[in-house]
């Protein structure tokens, strides 16, 4: 039985790894002004940066079509018998609910990953495992990769609020409130639903020193894979890295977030992203 793998944008995933394990991509599209471009593309973060810093305007970005999913799904099956699609959180997007559609007939199971970017990752090569040790069915592996969605520690600390002010995430007064207060937010991603977890203050690599800590401590990681994924350049990211690696992970990953991502944090923002033990 072969089995193909297939993500969305989403998932913010090294091209290596992609490319390693033959990942399938259905991207999404990111509209700037009467613009759109498809994420991984022909669009960069640093273009949605400049057209928010000149318009003062979010770029857009909307859920799949059920129809460009069935083309795709179709598509992979010409050399495939089975698919496995994960998803972004269905809580996020109708994007997953458009792909259960297009699935119906076919042998695609779609799969909630009830999280975002490189969380999804990690259920990726969850899957990727099962798949090459080729012992269980799709089915099986299905039913497994969402009794791990819960055991995905994912989480990021938001440098601006002003993105997810201005995409109707958080009220004017706490906006300015963190302004005021160099508040920097940890946001967690818990049941498909993101939410503010703790509140750190100061100077932001301070903070994501701080938050990296609390969350190494406040967790029990599988360290296998760790995700040290960014939505700009940031030179601590270097230094976040090697915490994750003397903390004990055996793989660890520098990852630039995807346009999709990037459209709704704004740059500055850093998580990191692990699977904790059952």
């Known amino acids: 039985m072969k089995i193909a793998i297939s993500i969305d944008s989403a998932c913010d995933m090294p091209q290596e790894l992609k490319q390693k394990h ?61 698919i496995i699609h994960i998803t972004l959180s269905h809580q996020m997007t109708s994007s997953g609910i458009n792909a259960l559609a297009a699935a119906d007939g076919l042998k695609v199971h779609v799969v909630d990953s009830k999280s975002l970017s490189s969380g999804i990752a990690l259920l990726v090569l969850k899957c990727v495992q099962m798949v090459d040790e080729g012992k269980l069915s799709a089915t099986e592996i299905v039913n497994k990769l969402r009794e791990m969605t819960p055991r995905v520690q994912a989480s990021f600390l938001v440098d601006t609020l002003t993105y997810l002010h201005k995409g109707g995430r958080c009220s004017a007064v706490a906006l300015v409130g963190s302004k005021l207060l160099k508040i920097k937010p940890k946001i967690l991603v818990k049941d498909g639903k993101m939410d503010v977890a703790k509140k750190y203050m100061g100077n932001i690599n301070n903070c994501l020193i701080k938050y990296v800590e609390d969350t190494l401590n406040g967790n029990n990681p599988e360290k296998t894979v760790a995700f040290c994924t960014h939505s700009s350049k940031m030179e601590i990211s270097s230094q976040i890295c090697q915490k994750l690696r003397d903390f004990g992970f055996s793989e660890v990953y520098d990852v630039d977030a995807g346009s999709t991502i990037c459209s709704h944090c704004g740059p500055g923002t850093l998580g990191i992203l692990f699977m904790n033990k059952e």
């Open 22 to 82: 033959n990942i399938f991509t259905m991207p999404y599209y990111v509209t700037l002004g009467d613009k759109e471009y498809i994420d991984g593309v022909n669009i960069t973060t640093q273009d949605l940066y400049d057209y928010v810093k000149q318009t003062g305007k979010l770029p857009k970005t909307a859920a799949i079509a059920s129809d460009k999913f069935r083309n795709y799904f179709c598509d992979i099956l010409k050399n495939y018998d089975e």
